[in-house]
């Protein structure tokens, strides 16, 4: 038996430049990647690594997994992962099944991933049922920069670096029209609108949308729950639909592909739960004939997460890349694309461990 002897909170911050006004979701510019890590240590001298999702929320996370998540790991078997996570979906979900409770919970659920991956010496691709594939392809993910120039000039650089597919987040028609215009036709473009628009306006702007050629449109209504709606506009409009980067556990995916509300399934290895619920959401979504995109703007373990399911996938599937220049790397050039692909590593676990030098630099 493998015992769990510390488990440790590590809070980082690491800027990164776009060309942008850091135009986005939240007050102020977005300039800087917030990281709520979690390092679990075994008594056999094993660390694992897992990450919950804090952009704009790191404390918050932070605080609940020294509160509740820690304490309910030392001194467990990591082999008992099933029973671990059980354990605190329930005593958790009175301060909210969703959001926040999740986000600390996913790291958890990595972190002893990574853990019993690398007890049985293998990548976490191999641990979830296969590794298949090398690397995947990637996608540019361009932050929203509400300028035409901008957004042409960025999605025509992306696309000459060799990105086969390049995502927007424009919430204005021209700026989506620009894109196209600057990357021709053999690109594949989608638009992530971060629920900023009504029914009634993506109805009315989908024959424009339709026009540009949209892979997908991803989360255009509030609230990104109201299935019945989803569901109507991917008949009313034709479009694709791309949604669930905001929804956690495979329950409530569930609720939407019974709903019909996507095309494009979109599960958050850093929010949903963990790999967990992800490889359940993942069978629930192969089961009803949809297609997978993860939503992955990510540069810690919920990256390399990620990109080892995929790894593990039938088919090969994009990984999402944030279109940003970061001033540190966890992991070196890693997450680095080369001609539009990302290496998917082979070593036990995630295949790597965060570099010290970068936590002792950037940890807040
Ligand atoms: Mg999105």
Redesign the pocket.
Known sequence: MTKIISAEVIELNIPFDDPGKGEGLFEGAWTSHDFALLRVETDDGLIGWGEGFSYFCRATVATLMRQSIIPALVGRDPADIDLILAELRQKLHIIGRYGITMFAISAADLALNDLNAKIAGVSLAEHLGGRKRENVPAYASLVRYADTGLVGELSAKAATEGFGMIKLHEIKLPYIEAARAAIGPDVALTD?V?CNWTEVQTNDWAGALRDVDLLWL??PIFPPEDFAALARLRKSTGLAIATG?NLCTAHQFGEMIAQGGADYV?PSVTKIGGLTETMETRRLANAAGLKIAH?APYFGPGALATLQCLGAAEDEEYIEYLYVDREASLYGDTLTPKNGRIDIPSGPGLGFDPDPDVIGKFRV
């Open positions: 992530d971060n991803e989360e980067e979109q939503h």
